[in-house]
C-alpha cells in the first residue's frame, strides 16, 4: 500500500497569501495519478488537480499542482478567503486508491 | 445535470447489513470505472472500493475485503455497496465517487455523491 503523508497538518495564513502544499508518497506514484481534492465542512470533497498538475475544469490558475514519483505540491499563488479549507491528496494508480491524512488551511 | 445520490445509509447494529445504493445520471455510468469511499466523523477521506465499467475488475480495501462487495446495475446506472458483519468502526459517511478518464489516462475522482450516513451502533 502506497502510504501519503502530508505536510504541515495545519496552516495559519491571512488572505493574499502564498501556500504551498506538500504531499509525499511511500513509493513511485504511477504515471503521475495524483490528485489534489478540496473539502468544506459538510461537503463532499472537490477534485482540484489530477495527474499531478492539470487543474480540474473550471479552476481559477490561482491553483497550480506539480511533481512526480514520491514528491508532490498544491500551490495557491494568493488565497482568496474562499479557498481556507481542507486539502487531500490522493494516489489513484496503485489500487488501493490511498488519500493522505488531509492539511487543514485555516484564517489566521 | 450530472450527478450521483446516494442512498441506504442509516442506523444499523454490529454485525448487521445494509445496501447503499448510487444513483448516476448525467454522463455515461456504463463506461465509468466507479468507487465508494468513506469518512469517519472528523476524519480523513478513505477508499474503500473500486469497480470498472463492466465489472470485469473490483478492488477493495484491506479493512473491508471479505464483508463489503462493490456491484452495478448499467441498465439502471446504479452502483451498489453490500455491507456485511458491520462493525463500529465501520461508522462513516459514504460517498460514491466516479474515476474520470481524460485522453485515455486517469484523472481523478470527478464527480462525488452528497454523502449517505452509516452509524453502527448497539
Known amino acids: 500500500e502506497i502510504v501519503l503523508t502530508q505536510s504541515p497538518g495545519t496552516l495559519s495564513l491571512s488572505p493574499g497569501e502564498r501556500v504551498t502544499l506538500s504531499c509525499r508518497a511511500s513509493?513511485?506514484?504511477?504515471?503521475?495519478?495524483l490528485a489534489w481534492y478540496q473539502q468544506k465542512p459538510g461537503l463532499a470533497p472537490r477534485l482540484l488537480i489530477y495527474?499531478?498538475?492539470n487543474r480540474a475544469t473550471g479552476l481559477p490558475d490561482r491553483f497550480s499542482g506539480s511533481g512526480s514519483g514520491t514528491d508532490f505540491t498544491l500551490t495557491i499563488s494568493r488565497l482568496e478567503p474562499e479557498d481556507f479549507a481542507v486539502y487531500y491528496c490522493?494516489?489513484?494508480?496503485?489500487?488501493?486508491?490511498?488519500f493522505g491524512q488531509g492539511t487543514t488551511l485555516e484564517i489566521k | 445535470e450530472v450527478q450521483l445520490v446516494e442512498s441506504g445509509g442509516g442506523l444499523v447494529k454490529p454485525g448487521g447489513s445494509l445496501r447503499l445504493s448510487c444513483a448516476a445520471s448525467?454522463?455515461?455510468?456504463?463506461?465509468?470505472?466507479m468507487n465508494w469511499v468513506r469518512q469517519a466523523p472528523g476524519k480523513g477521506l478513505e477508499w474503500v472500493s473500486s469497480?470498472?465499467?463492466?465489472?470485469?475488475?473490483?478492488y477493495s480495501a484491506d479493512s473491508v475485503k471479505g464483508r463489503f462487495v462493490i456491484s452495478r446495475d448499467n441498465a439502471r446506472n446504479s452502483l451498489y455497496l453490500q455491507m456485511d458483519s458491520l462493525r463500529t468502526e465501520d461508522t462513516a459517511v459514504y460517498y460514491c465517487a466516479r474515476l474520470a478518464a481524460v485522453g485515455g489516462l486517469r484523472a481523478g475522482f470527478d464527480i462525488w455523491g452528497q454523502g449517505t450516513m452509516v452509524a453502527v451502533s448497539s
Open positions: 495527474g499531478a498538475s
Open positions: 469497480i470498472t465499467a463492466s465489472s470485469f475488475d473490483t
Open positions: 448525467g454522463f455515461i455510468f456504463s463506461s465509468s470505472t
Open positions: 490522493q494516489q489513484y494508480g496503485t489500487s488501493p486508491y490511498t
Open positions: 513509493q513511485s506514484v504511477v504515471s503521475r495519478y
